[in-house]
């Protein structure tokens, strides 16, 4: 029987493989669409705040367990009690986790801004890397 099971997954594995190469064959002209549009001058600049929030709500300064939650209220403007319910945390607790990250930019003084190329080729996704970059 070793030999049965062994053969139908490498029959799978055959079919697997050959699915992977049509999805990308069917895929390229697509791609190449979209990587000549995102390589246009029409692309590089970002119209809005939306990237210097999330540089300020992934500062180090705040604590790392609630910066994906500040991220989702700030710049996708979930309420506290959807984000706590994603968390799986009452939504009290997740409000004033959200309050207190707030008020911790505030006090830290953290910018609103996209950190120049050459800091974001330094950086690290630790935090005392990207205390540097600030």
Request: aromatic share 6%; glycine share 6%.
């Amino acid at each position: 029987m070793p030999e049965a099971w062994l053969l139908t997954v490498a029959r799978r594995k055959l079919i697997d493989g050959a699915r992977r190469r049509q999805t990308a064959h069917l895929a390229e002209p697509t791609l190449i669409l979209l990587a000549d549009e995102f390589a246009s001058d029409e692309m590089a600049a970002i119209p809005d705040d939306r990237l210097r929030l999330m540089f300020a709500c992934t500062h180090p300064a705040i604590d790392a367990g609630v910066r994906a939650p500040l991220m989702l209220q700030t710049v996708l403007g979930f309420d506290a009690e959807a984000i706590a319910s994603a968390f799986l945390v009452a939504p009290a607790t997740m409000g004033q986790r959200l309050v207190r990250a707030k008020r911790r930019i505030q006090q830290a003084g953290i910018a609103f801004r996209v950190p120049e190329h050459d800091e974001l080729a330094g950086w690290r996704r630790r935090a005392s890397g990207w205390a540097a970059c600030w």
